[in-house]
């Protein structure tokens, strides 16, 4: 089903919009694509512990999460990472040192609009005496995790679990 009942460029109602990815116009001729967008997760690591946000909104509201977020136009994936870590959590890292690990297709509802996301996973180590401060509409605590005792069903996203999960299995 479409979201969009009319042509935001002459209010047509002859619209067709498969799929919620290409949206056209009969009348105007319109084409606009709605095209996947690019998102980064940081895996952060501290001996042999890893670091969750719990998230403080909708979606997924009080569910383990990883930091990270959308990226901006004309920002590499990396760059990302760390304003979104700077942001998040007040934790200074170079952007040089966040090492790509793996993508995942994610599926993120918001207002109740569908949003398709390629969802870049990214590895770091967290520094030893790094202090974070939290951004609290975004996050309610964060949550060092032994490896050993982390539960895939406590992360909100099913690409995170994956990504989580997948990187586990290096420590096995
Ligand atoms: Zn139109």
């Not at 979201?3 to 990815?21: G, L, T, V």
């Not at 969750?52 to 990226?71: A, H, I, Q, S, Y």
Request: charged residues 30%; negative net charge; aromatic residues 12%.
């Amino acid at each position: 089903m479409s979201y969009f009942k009319f042509c935001p460029n002459c209010a047509s109602q002859n619209i067709q919009f498969e799929n919620n990815r290409r949206f056209e116009c009969f009348d105007c001729g319109m084409v606009y694509f709605q095209n996947v967008a690019t998102a980064v997760a940081v895996i952060i690591i501290r001996r042999d512990e890893m670091l969750f946000t719990v998230r403080n909104r909708e979606p997924k509201l009080g569910m383990l999460d990883l930091p990270g977020g959308f990226t901006d136009p004309d920002e590499t994936a990396e760059e990302t990472c760390a304003r979104e870590l700077k942001e998040e959590l007040n934790l200074n890292i170079d952007s040089e040192r966040f090492k790509y690990f793996k993508s995942f297709p994610n599926n993120y509802l918001y207002k109740g609009i569908p949003y398709k996301t390629e969802d870049l996973i990214f590895i770091v180590e967290c520094p030893e005496n790094a202090e974070l401060t939290l951004e609290e509409s975004e996050i309610q605590s964060v949550k060092w995790i032994k490896m050993s005792e982390i539960n895939l069903e406590e992360i909100g996203f099913e690409s995170l679990r994956k990504a989580v999960e997948e990187h586990l299995k290096l420590y096995i």
